[in-house]
């Protein structure tokens, strides 16, 4: 699977859009970014993931450039209950359900 | 409709005793894994079935045994306890649509969590 990079911390205004950056430089072409969010204390929670189109469902917005070498989760409106750690995962969908989680980056939505 | 359960939810062990702790999944799953999250670190495999009766490794398998008797439990056990050891450790299971080469993987539901201390 392919490596990413996310800053370690990053704050966000409630009520204002959290931009969350991801770099995967490495990422092939059969392989997709999932996003996953892990409230303190609690275990992981799915948020979305795409391939190369920008995708948007009730929780996020993936943007994923163009080389798919890098993508943004968009939080549109943050609130103080999107405090977590966001991580950012980059694994082909037909190999095996196998996520290799990161370090994320440690969101916090201040008031 | 539960989803992911654990149990116990926490639990404190001394060094040497043994424990089983217990995943449980009403969605009718086939994939099921066991991870470990210790502090400051992200989530690490351990073991994971794709389906009844069948288990493999994952990235951090030493010391602990799994198993996989009913589609909706999957076991944990550490036979001899270290403090190493020491961790919180999340249940998560997933389905599964297509096949072949058409088999796609869906995205992962956790259960709540098991904290555990080892003396």
């Known amino acids: 699977d392919a490596k990413t990079t996310q800053p370690t911390s990053m704050d966000c205004a409630e009520g204002r859009a959290a931009n969350l950056p991801c770099n995967h430089s490495?990422?092939?072409?059969?392989?997709?970014v999932y996003w996953y969010r892990q409230i303190h204390s609690q275990g992981p929670q799915y948020i979305i993931h795409g391939l190369k189109n920008n995708e948007t469902n009730e929780m996020a917005s993936l943007i994923i450039t163009e080389d798919r070498k890098s993508s943004t989760l968009i939080l549109p409106h943050a609130t103080l209950r999107d405090t977590a750690v966001y991580y950012c995962?980059?694994?082909?969908?037909?190999?095996?359900?196998?996520?290799?989680f990161g370090t994320g980056t440690s969101l916090t939505v201040i008031p | 409709n539960a989803g992911v359960t654990q149990t116990p939810k926490f639990r404190v062990l001394k060094t040497g005793q043994s424990m089983t702790l217990l995943c449980a999944q009403d969605?009718?799953?086939?994939?099921m894994y066991w991870y470990r999250q210790d502090p400051g670190m992200g989530l690490r495999l351990i073991h994971y079935?794709?389906?009844?009766?069948?288990?493999a490794k994952g990235e951090v398998p030493d010391g602990y045994n799994v198993s996989r008797l009913k589609k909706q439990n999957f076991l944990l056990g550490l036979e001899s306890a270290a403090p190493s050891q020491t961790s919180v450790y999340f249940c998560?299971?997933?389905?599964?649509?297509?096949?072949?080469?058409?088999?796609?993987?869906?995205?992962?539901?956790f259960g709540p969590g098991t904290r555990l201390t080892v003396l």
């Open positions: 969605m009718n799953h086939e994939y």
């Open positions: 079935s794709v389906g009844e009766g069948t288990t």
């Open positions: 995962i980059v694994r082909a969908i037909n190999t095996g359900n196998q996520f290799y």
């Open positions: 998560a299971s997933s389905y599964s649509r297509g096949s072949g080469r058409a088999l796609l993987y869906n995205e992962q539901f």
């Open positions: 490495t990422i092939s072409g059969n392989e997709y």
